[in-house]
């Protein structure tokens, strides 16, 4: 809402404001002409020019004479961020208690600065008639201004960009501003020459368009500098951020950071490289660019209270270059950017910044999980650059083959899997310590981790036969030693063509010609502690997992792994004989049962349990062939899921089951063991 209008107060013309300005003392004449700038309609951009220029006039002479003592007799003196506490000692001590001149210093500073702003703004918004750069033989597309005889003329190339590498000759008409953040440019104008240049934008700038901008000129000139320019970086408005970054880089430098986190998360690197709007690094490995040196009265706006307002922010080093494009990359996880973070990556590593490689490697490895490893909506949703690296090893393993098929998973163990185990064992030798069993470890934790149908295709490309640099897992007792774990570790009960699948793709060892009660007495010991290790201690044990028994079978030598494969072969047969009369158990049952009486019989009455009411004698009869199966074999320690039953005790039970059923026993021969 607008303030009213006093009408009863009498509306001064410009001439006599300047009439009046002409009769102030100098201190005053400048106060007025701020106040006017500052304060007052200044959207007139030819009577803006003329306050400056009078309050300029008015007081360069006791400027001249400020400075000549400030800069102690050097006229060529070059201000920068390290000049500041000397400037206002100096400053205290030149004007002393003579608050007139302070305040003159001051207003002059404040107008210096407004028409280095009314330049910037006649860029932006160049006028066709009314100014007086429009009355030159001058324009925007030109880029360069008609300057007054006998001054420079300064050309915007590139604001905040490395240099083009061509020498620029300071006392030559023309000076190219290609990098604003290198050390030894220069933009200022000499100390001893109180006009301030107007930099305009290079040929370069002919091609690209400048968009309007929605600042009036006196929101312009009345704005902190930074503000504007953090309007400009978060409506991505770049030529015009490239243009006000270039025409006030000293005073935006030690912002750079915070504008440029100020761009909309969308930007691309790319779209910055263009205007050359980001950082770069030297051979040295520091960021290119400092403060640069520019005129004394730069300093002074921001010095009313002799405190300062600028942020000392030095070029960065190396560490800090990384950090700030980490944190660049980390702040755009909240958008799902993931390609964008990746080609902030890329970019910074073209720009020669260190330390970025494990970020990269990352970023590389989490698009794959999101792009190739066919997760769900819910999935997608979850994984982020933060989450990847708060997640362990063996989840983001198990994150790759969340979604694996039998026909997939051991094309995507190779392709996703490998290559993230590849790098975590690189990273290993890069910080000094080598893990020389990592990708072997973790491949065969993702295995144990496998359900048995999804486990089957691994051991398929795993056996012996297949040439071993074709092999998923090369080495044969492994792959007996995993095999063995899932299969007892599992809880399946209705898969043993998908067990049995696991067991043909086994290794087949010779130990024949060993000694025969040595081996008797290894298959023994075997058993024992395996069914040991497998049975649960209390009602509350949870059964050993599949992971629990591979630590358990790692250490077993090659002769009690071989008769572990024996067991495991006979526990097999017995499971399938056992799904086929509707009685099955968990293979790990018929471990812990191996040696137990009690629990043998109990199963066997089960079994025939389960067939009440079987009316076909003959079904009967393959019932007994196969319990006497369950029972017998040459090797007393070697035998099946009854063999610890005596034959007497299995066929009272089977004819008990016989009668109960209600079928007549008319057998057509003996029951028998065979």
Same mark, same amino acid.
């Given at each position: ?12 013309s ?5 009439a009046?300005?002409?009769?102030l ?5 400048l106060a ?5 700038v500052?304060?007052g309609?200044?959207?007139?951009r030819?009577?803006?020019?003329t306050v400056?220029d ?9 400027a001249? *004479?400020f ?11 070059e201000?920068?961020?390290?000049s500041?506490e ?6 205290d001590?030149?004007v002393g ?13 404040l107008l ?5 702003r009314?330049?910037?703004y006649?860029?932006?918004?160049p006028?066709e ?6 009355s030159?033989?001058?324009s925007?597309?030109m880029g360069?201004?008609?300057a007054?005889e006998?001054?420079?003329i300064?050309e ?9 590498g061509?020498?620029?000759?300071e006392?030559t ?5 290609d990098?604003?953040?290198e050390?030894n440019s220069n933009?200022t104008?000499?100390?001893?020459d109180?006009?301030?240049k107007l930099a305009?934008?290079g040929?370069e ?11 009036t000129?006196?929101?312009?000139l009345s ?19 490239k ?7 000293s *005073?935006?430098?030690?912002?750079r ?7 909309p ?5 790319e779209?910055l490289?263009t205007h ?12 290119l660019?400092d403060?640069?040196s520019?005129?004394l009265?730069?300093w002074?706006?921001?010095?009313p209270t002799?405190?300062s307002t ?12 990384s ?8 702040s755009?996880?909240?958008v799902?950017?993931?390609?964008l973070?990746?080609?902030?990556v890329q970019?910074g590593a073209?720009?020669?910044?260190p330390n970025?490689?494990a ?7 989490l698009?794959?999980?999101i792009?190739d ?8 949703e979850k994984w982020?650059? %933060?989450?990847w690296?708060?997640a ?6 198990s994150a790759y083959?969340?979604?694996s098929?039998?026909s997939?998973?051991v094309?995507?163990?190779r392709r ?5 185990l590849?790098?975590?064992?690189s990273?290993a ?10 990708? =072997?470890?973790?491949?065969h =934790?993702?295995?144990?981790s496998l359900?048995l ?6 051991? =398929?490309a795993s ?7 074709e ?6 007792q492994?792959v %007996? ?5 899932c299969l007892?570790?599992s809880d *399946?009960r209705e898969?043993?063509s998908t ?5 043909e793709c ?11 009660e ?7 010991t ?9 049975r649960?201690h209390a009602?509350?044990d ?12 790692a ?11 024996d067991i495991?072969?006979v526990h097999? *047969? ?11 158990v968990?293979l790990?049952?018929l471990l812990q ?5 009690e ?7 089960k079994?025939?349990r389960?067939?009440a ?6 079904k009967?009869?393959?019932?007994w062939e196969?319990m006497?199966?369950l029972?017998?074999g040459?090797d ?11 034959l ?5 039970a ?5 009668l ?6 008319h057998?057509?021969q003996p029951l028998?063991?065979n």
């Open positions: 809402m607008n303030d009213p209008v006093d009408e009863t107060k009498p509306i001064i410009h001439e006599e404001q300047l009046r300005i002409e009769r003392p100098d201190s005053d004449a007025e002409c701020v106040d006017i500052y304060a309609d200044t959207n007139d030819v009577w803006a020019r400056i009078t309050g300029l006039q008015r007081g360069k002479a006791q001249t *004479e400075e000549r003592k400030i800069c102690g007799g050097d006229g060529d003196r201000w920068n961020e390290s500041e000397e400037i206002k000692k100096a400053l001590k030149i208690m003579d608050e007139d001149l302070r305040k003159l210093v001051i207003n002059y500073g210096y600065q407004a028409i280095g009314l330049d910037t006649d860029v932006f918004c006028e008639t009314g100014s007086p750069q429009a030159q033989p001058t925007v597309e360069v201004l008609n007054p006998g001054e420079d300064m915007l190339d590139d604001p905040w960009a490395e240099g083009n061509e020498d620029v000759d006392t008409a023309s000076t190219v501003i990098d604003p953040w050390t933009i104008a000499p100390a001893s109180l006009e301030p305009m934008p040929p700038t002919q091609s690209t368009k400048l968009e309007p901008i929605s600042l000129l006196k929101d312009f704005q902190p500098i930074l503000d504007i320019a953090l309007q400009f970086a978060s409506s991505a408005n770049l030529f015009a951020l243009l006000v970054s270039g025409f006030h880089y *005073e935006l430098f030690p912002f950071f915070t504008i440029w986190n100020s761009l998360a969308w930007v691309t690197p779209d490289k050359r709007l980001l950082p770069d690094v030297g051979d040295d490995g520091i960021e660019g403060f640069r520019f005129h009265f730069h002074i706006p921001a010095l002799l405190k600028v942020p000392q922010n030095a070029v960065l080093d190396t560490d800090g270059l950090k700030w494009f980490a944190s660049r990359v980390e755009l996880d909240n799902g950017a993931l390609d973070q990746l080609a902030w970019h073209s720009l020669g910044i970025l490689d970020l990269g490697e990352d970023l590389s490895l698009s794959r999980l792009y490893a066919n997760l769900s909506p819910a999935q997608h982020t650059l %933060a989450t690296k708060k362990t090893e063996g989840e983001i393993v083959l969340a979604n098929t039998p997939t998973i094309g995507d163990i996703l899997v490998l290559p993230y590849y790098v975590l064992e990273r030798e890069r910080a000094g310590k080598p893990d020389t069993h990592l990708v =072997e470890r973790l491949l =934790e993702a295995v144990l359900p149908h999804s486990a089957l295709p691994v051991f =398929e056996k012996a036969t297949i040439p071993m640099s092999r998923l897992l090369r080495n044969d492994n %007996a030693r995993l095999a063995l774990a007892y570790g *399946e898969v043993w067990m049995s699948g696991i067991f086994l290794p087949v060892w010779d130990v024949s010609g060993g000694d025969l040595s081996d008797k007495e290894a298959t023994a075997t058993l024992d502690s395996i069914a040991t290790f497998v649960p009602s509350s949870k059964p050993p997992s599949a992971k629990d028994l591979f630590i358990f079978f250490p077993l030598p090659f002769a009690a792994l071989s008769r572990a494969l495991l072969d097999l *047969e017995s499971g399938e004989i056992l799904a086929r009369w509707n009685t099955a968990q790990r049952f049962s191996a040696r137990d009486k629990e043998q019989a109990q199963l066997a009455e079994m025939i389960r067939q009411g079987m009316k076909d004698l003959g009967w009869t393959k019932l196969d006497c199966r029972n017998g040459d007393a320690l070697l035998r099946g899921a009854f063999g610890t039953l005596l007497e005790d299995m066929m009272r089977y004819l008990s089951g016989i109960g059923s209600g079928s007549e026993p057998l057509r028998s063991s």
